[in-house]
């Protein structure tokens, strides 16, 4: 079953603890990319890897570091959490003009 | 700025009726366009695009328009199921070689039995 897998699912830190989210995609797609969901303002680009060793900066990229070091995993990190970084975060991966999505980590940074 | 609006955040439909999704955008590189369905808990799941090359695309109770001149798409559901009750966003793309989609803020819609 073609599926994008993250985790954790949930997860509660304290600010400053780094963190971070696995995402493993089974497709063999070499586009994927990192999103936050937020209340208004809907799902926003973090960070995308187009490629193993190609990563680019999103809308929002701010305090937040990936790596793409094998076609399926693309982890997001976190060096230094900060509270306005609670969101809902979701990987895709990309194939064939359409984006298959994880199921979501939510995250409380306190 | 966002390029992609969804200016309504909720919808309300009668089961059988017909849910009209609207969505904006301001950029006119975009060519392709998307829409996915969110239940809770869940990750987005595609359910339908169109390319700036057609004006519609249909698909099983699911149809899409696009007009270009507005620079508006729409989803329309024919008949509203309960099961379509989610939260939908629209999705925009550029000029091949641009990677990067472009999402609306979402519209919760609630088909009402």
């Known amino acids: 079953e073609a599926q994008v897998t993250q985790n954790p699912r949930y997860l509660i830190t304290v600010t400053g603890k780094k963190l971070t989210v696995t995402c493993s995609q089974n497709?063999?797609?070499?586009?994927m990319s990192w999103y936050r969901q937020d209340p208004g303002l809907g799902l926003r680009q973090i960070y995308y890897?187009?490629?193993?060793?190609?990563?680019d900066k999103g809308d929002v990229p701010e305090g937040y570091k990936v790596s793409r070091k094998e076609k399926r995993n693309f982890p997001l990190i976190l060096e230094s959490p900060s509270p306005n970084q609670t969101s809902l975060y979701f990987c895709?991966?990309?194939?064939?003009?359409?984006?298959?999505f994880g199921p979501g980590t939510r995250l409380l940074v306190l | 700025d966002q390029q992609v609006k969804q200016n309504s955040p909720s919808l309300s439909v009668q089961e059988g009726r017909i849910s009209i999704l609207n969505c904006d955008y301001t950029?006119?590189?975009?060519?392709?366009f998307l829409w996915y369905k969110k239940y809770p808990a869940e990750g987005p799941t595609f359910l339908i695009s169109?390319?700036?090359?057609?004006d519609k695309n249909e698909d099983g109770r699911f149809t899409v328009f696009l007009n270009k001149s507005a620079k508006h798409l729409s989803l329309h559901i024919v008949p509203s199921q309960p099961g379509d009750s989610a939260v939908y966003f629209c999705?925009?793309?550029?000029?091949?070689?641009?990677?990067?989609?472009?999402f609306g803020t979402g519209t919760r819609l609630k088909v009402l039995a």
């Open positions: 895709a991966s990309r194939g064939l003009g359409t984006q298959y």
């Open positions: 497709m063999n797609h070499e586009y």
């Open positions: 890897s187009m490629n193993v060793e190609v990563t």
């Open positions: 950029n006119s590189m975009f060519d392709y």
């Open positions: 169109i390319s700036s090359i057609k």
């Open positions: 999705a925009a793309s550029g000029a091949s070689g641009t990677y990067k989609y472009i």
